[in-house]
């Protein structure tokens, strides 16, 4: 069993930064593919960026290719998304996700494949 909490979402202008973490509780964290997850109003969620294991694999969204990078520390349990050049398209709740499965299919299954979820923490970006 894995819980996750997410921190570190907020208000920024647009062409700003901000860093999402997220820490979680298991022993069994460093087993487990991360990701995040995004969902505005009105949209269904989905896929942002995903880290195999050992964070030796990344995968991102093609909208947030150059601009947001993925990280995590196994040693702390945490797993975190560095959000730089920020659109006002990304805005939305980010929501991390855990799976035994790889950083790759993570990020291409249904989200309501995906086993453990945090309860996710808003970014709003205005222009």
């Known amino acids: 069993q894995v819980q996750l909490v997410e921190s570190g979402g907020g208000l920024v202008q647009a062409g700003g930064s901000l860093r999402l973490s997220c820490a979680a509780s298991?022993?069994?964290?460093?087993?487990?593919?991360m990701g995040w997850f995004r969902q505005a109003p009105g949209k269904e969620r989905e896929f942002v960026a995903t880290?195999?294991?050992?964070?030796?694999?990344?995968y991102y969204t093609d909208s947030v290719k150059g601009r947001f990078t993925i990280s995590r520390d196994n040693a702390k349990n945490t797993v975190s998304l560095q959000m730089n050049s920020l659109k006002p398209e990304d805005t939305a709740v980010y929501y991390c996700?855990?799976?035994?499965?790889?950083?790759?299919?993570?990020?291409?299954?249904?989200?309501?494949?995906?086993?453990?979820w945090g309860q996710g923490t808003q970014v709003t970006v205005s222009s």
């Open positions: 996700a855990a799976d035994a499965t790889t950083a790759q299919s993570m990020s291409i299954l249904r989200v309501s494949a995906l086993r453990f």
């Open positions: 298991g022993r069994t964290f460093s087993r487990y593919a």
């Open positions: 880290i195999s294991w050992n964070g030796g694999s990344t």
